[in-house]
């Protein structure tokens, strides 16, 4: 019986040692974790818009952004002007964001989703003769965004992204009045650090 109680007791010892134990992690085969921090990047972007045939415009886009491992709060600001002489279309897209992305998990690369408040400058020109247009206006509007995140366990990422801007506001031709609503839709591919 005393055999019993003294293997009982070191049993009871060695359990609540090993309960209080901080664990042992293995660090040399783990992936490193994602930096909360600013990142300032830049990029390029294709731009369209709708009842357009000014085919796709070219640009470009910075921006700033606070990233943590499952989300980011920031903006950017996005340009594209052109257009194509044949068809006589031409338009001109200025935007400033402020938003946010959420990241569906946090990896090295990750498909991310995001929207906010834009604030953009649209001026559109169609001179044809059946659709003559040409008119301008700026205000207030949404956007939406999903796109994919890459290296984000490094110092630097890169990002890929598709974007639709959402404006609050008609766009008015300057002789006639008649008014369209414009919807500008961009992809971007950005580098940030």
Do not use: C
């Amino acid at each position: 019986m005393q055999r019993f109680t003294v293997l009982a007791a070191a049993s009871l010892l060695t359990l609540s040692g090993a309960a209080g134990a901080t664990p042992v992690t293995a660090t040399a085969n783990e992936a490193p974790g994602i930096e909360e921090g600013l990142y300032v990047g830049a990029g390029l972007i294709g731009a369209s818009l709708n009842g357009s045939t000014a085919g796709a415009l070219g640009g470009g886009l910075a921006q700033l952004y606070y990233e943590t491992p499952h989300t980011a709060l920031g903006g950017d600001l996005r340009i594209a002007i052109g257009g194509d002489e044949t068809s006589g279309s031409s338009f001109q897209y200025v935007a400033v964001s402020l938003g946010g992305r959420w990241f569906t998990f946090a990896g090295d690369l990750t498909p991310f989703f995001g929207g906010g408040l834009v604030y953009s400058d649209l001026q559109f020109d169609d001179l044809n003769a059946g659709t003559y247009f040409r008119g301008g206006a700026a205000g207030l509007g949404g956007y939406a965004e999903a796109g994919l995140a890459a290296f984000r366990t490094d110092l630097s990422r890169l990002t890929v992204s598709l974007r639709a801007d959402m404006p609050f506001f008609d766009v008015a031709d300057g002789q006639t009045g008649e008014t369209r609503y414009l919807m500008p839709v961009s992809l971007a591919a950005t580098f940030a650090f």
